[in-house]
């Protein structure tokens, strides 16, 4: 059965650095790439960033032009866990974080996220 | 950038209704690339649709996808109670982007 399992809720203070992960289990890792979508409180989906697991390098992602520096997507692939990270908190980033896990087969046009993790919930407060 | 616009804001129906949820794209978009989520309070998004009209595995035939170019439409034959949840387009291009929701709520 394919999980994404993610980390617990944080409570942190602005300007504070933060690493939420999503872990995946029965499938093989590699061969999905993994985003982040954010939903602030009562407001809709936001892609946020995306990474290929299968690069070692880990040069392999895209993010959201509005987001684009202020948080990096990670992968260990030893552990087929993704992250996302803020070096600086601000209290915007208050929010809901789910990790999905992108699939894209060319041969079949199948492009959707097609697994979800079950969020993680990042309170950012003074 | 392309826009993705879901209209309306809010639905208010009652269970058995029929109703037709809009995404409008500024720019034309491939059929291939567009795909409909639901999501209930408190849970994670779940795939209905993908390339535009394609049900994904364990989605009841009550939900349907049509459209292309800038207009997508979702579909609910009859509304069950379990329907009323925020409906989300969602589009894949140089980048990926949701359209901002609509609503389905219980009249």
């Known amino acids: 059965e394919v999980q994404l399992v993610q980390s617990g809720a944080e409570v942190k203070k602005p300007g504070e650095s933060l690493r939420i992960s999503c872990k995946g289990s029965?499938?093989?890792?590699?061969?999905?790439?993994i985003s982040w979508v954010r939903q602030m409180p009562g407001k809709g989906l936001e892609w946020m960033a995306t990474i290929d697991p299968s690069d070692p390098n880990d040069s392999h992602t895209k993010y959201s032009p509005s987001l684009q520096g202020h948080v990096t997507i990670s992968v260990d692939r030893s552990i087929s866990t993704a992250y996302l990270h803020w070096s600086s908190l601000k209290a915007s980033d208050t929010a809901m974080y789910y990790c999905?896990?992108?699939?894209?087969?060319?041969?079949?046009?199948?492009?959707?996220?097609?697994?979800w993790g079950q969020g993680t919930l990042v309170t950012v407060s003074s | 950038e392309i826009v993705l616009t879901q209209s309306p804001g809010t639905l208010s129906l009652s269970p058995g209704e029929r109703t037709t949820l809009s995404c409008r794209a500024s720019q034309s978009v491939s059929s291939s690339y567009l795909a409909w989520y639901q999501q209930k309070p408190g849970q994670a998004p779940r795939l209905l649709i993908y390339g535009a009209s394609s049900r994904a595995t364990g989605i009841p035939d009550r939900f349907s996808g049509s459209g292309s170019g800038t207009d997508f439409t979702l579909t609910i034959s009859r509304l069950e109670p379990e329907d009323f949840a925020v409906y989300y387009c969602q589009q894949y291009g140089s980048s990926l982007l949701f359209g901002g929701g609509t609503r389905v709520e219980i009249k």
């Open positions: 999905a896990r992108w699939r894209e087969w060319t041969h079949t046009n199948e492009y959707y996220f097609d697994y």
């Open positions: 029965g499938y093989r890792f590699t061969n999905y790439w």
